[in-house]
C-alpha cells in the first residue's frame, strides 16, 4: 500500500518541476518520501542520500539528470549516435551568462578567463532521448542565426567535433570551421557535457520566461 502510495505522491511532484531547481527538491521530497514509505531509518536514509540522488531513474520516473562530460571523439562519436547526429531536431532555447556582473556598490566585476557559458535545450521528433540539453563551458565563438521569414528552423545533420583544444558544435555537417561561411550556427568552447532531459519535451520554457 505504501509503494503505490510512493508512485502517486512522485507523479504529482515530479510533474510540477519546471526547472532545475524544482527538480532537485522534488527529487529530495521524492528520496525521503521513498525512505519513509519503506521503514528505512532515518541513520541510514542520510548515509544513503548520496547515492540515491544520483539515481537517473526510478520506476520509469525521472528522478534526477546527470551531466556527461565529453572529453575525446569516442565521447562524441557516442553522443551523435544516441541523438542520430540531431537529425530532425531543433534548438528550442538557449541561456547564455559570464562571470561579470555589477555589484550593490555599482562596481563591476570583471573576469580575465573564458568566462563565457552557453546552455542549448535540443528536442528531437524520436524518443530515447527526445530531448538533450548541452552545455558548453568556456565558450571561445558563439555565432547563432535566426532562420529567415519563410524557412523552417529543423536540423538535418548537425555535428561535434574536436579541433586542438576546442568542442565545437554546428547545426550543418557539411559547414567547416574558418569557412567564411555566417548563414549557419555554431558554438566552440573549451568544455562539452551534455543531459538526457527527455521530460523537457513540449512548449514549457524550461530556462524562464520574460513577463512585461
Not at 558548453?136 to 535566426?146: K, L, M, N, S, Y
Request: net charge negative; hydrophobic share 40%.
Amino acid at each position: 500500500m505504501r509503494k503505490k502510495k510512493f508512485n502517486l505522491y512522485t507523479f504529482n511532484i515530479i510533474f510540477a518541476c519546471q526547472n532545475d531547481g524544482d527538480q532537485f527538491i522534488g527529487c529530495i521530497i521524492c528520496f525521503f518520501i521513498w525512505t519513509w514509505s519503506n521503514n528505512i531509518p532515518m541513520r541510514s536514509t542520510w548515509i544513503s542520500a548520496s547515492f540515491y540522488l544520483k539515481v537517473y531513474k526510478y520506476d520509469g520516473l525521472v528522478f534526477f539528470m546527470q551531466w556527461i562530460q565529453i572529453h575525446d571523439n569516442n565521447d562524441i562519436s557516442n553522443l551523435l549516435n544516441i541523438f542520430n547526429h540531431f537529425h530532425d531536431s531543433c534548438l528550442t532555447e538557449l541561456y547564455m551568462w559570464t562571470e561579470s556582473y555589477v555589484d550593490e556598490d555599482f562596481s563591476m566585476k570583471l573576469s580575465i578567463d573564458l568566462d563565457t557559458n552557453v546552455r542549448i535545450l535540443f528536442q528531437r521528433q524520436l524518443p530515447n532521448p527526445s530531448a538533450i540539453e548541452l552545455l558548453f563551458e568556456a565558450v571561445t565563438d558563439f555565432h547563432i542565426v535566426p532562420s529567415p521569414i519563410g524557412y523552417v528552423s529543423t536540423i538535418f545533420e548537425g555535428k561535434i567535433e574536436k579541433i586542438d583544444d576546442n568542442f565545437i558544435w554546428s547545426e550543418d555537417s557539411g559547414w567547416k570551421p574558418n569557412s567564411n561561411d555566417f548563414t549557419n550556427s555554431w558554438i566552440s568552447s573549451k568544455r562539452l557535457k551534455w543531459r538526457d532531459v527527455s521530460s523537457w519535451i513540449g512548449n514549457s520554457k524550461r530556462y524562464g520566461l520574460l513577463h512585461d
